[in-house]
């Protein structure tokens, strides 16, 4: 069992992750959260985004510290999947405890290390899962993305025909370095100019999906104020060679939509129920995935008062 020392995300660090990514949502905001309708908080809160960037950096360090990363390469576990549950929302100027279980390696019936997660803040519970290494992606293993065509010349904020919404982000290395900082970790472990060093993390492209709900939601007039939203559950699985290959600029294509089971539905409706969006990042002329994600939401009023 690993125990860290505690970590504290000031309002600074939130407004670096919130510019970095895009990410207007109210709740965050110094400034806006008291717009926001019923809102429990008190004040602004982390980002989810921002809290798992700070969990991958320690997943790594735990990895380095017991030599992991031989056990990868050989079995080829060349995905890292995140699948969290959010109890609590974090405060400005909390205890943050980031609490990694000791390493779990099945080889049948595919090979798989993986470590369950568990995140305190001033003593409380606020996040619970795992992150497991794995050969093949865990979440929206077979994408219908056959129709999606040639999505550079498609306009930034459009539907596609397919019924996905198209948000086009390019990785800047400046905002990948500020989200770093914000997430508590040491950019220099993956910028450095002077070494031509240029290695994107994990969780930042990711990180750029809250930009596009919240620009998909402004498509359909969503009332932020009178009807907010927040994060349940985040099921993300990334691929770790095609993010080795991300370039400064990479122009990266988010696809977003309702999943199957889903009707979408604007929060202020009496009937509301929770969301879940299948979500994609695409990168290359040949559309290669570079995450996937499966992003669950509900409206605030419907999950109490305590719960983010």
Known sequence: MNHTNPDVFSQLHIDIARNSTDDFNLFHDSRKWQQINGNPFNGPITLGFQLESLIEGKIADFRRQRDEQKLIAEHGLNFSNYQFAFANAIKPDQAVEVEIKESQFKSEPSPCLSNRIIVKADGNLALIGYKKETAKPLFLTNPDLARVGELKIQPDRCFLNNGYFLKRKFMMTSNAKNFLCASLRDQTEYFDELQDKVIFPEMFPCALLSSALL??????????????????????????????????????????????????????????????????????????VLFSALISLMPLESIGKANV
């Open 215 to 288: 620009e998909k939601a402004l498509k359909w007039l969503h009332d932020f104020e009178r009807n907010p939203m927040v994060y349940t559950s985040h099921k993300i699985s990334v691929d770790r060679q095609y993010l080795a290959q991300l370039k400064s600029n990479d122009a990266l294509h988010i696809l977003i939509k309702p999943t199957e089971n889903c009707a979408e539905h604007d929060f202020g409706d009496l009937n509301a129920t929770p969301l879940d969006y299948e979500c994609y990042g695409l990168f290359t002329a040949e559309n290669a």
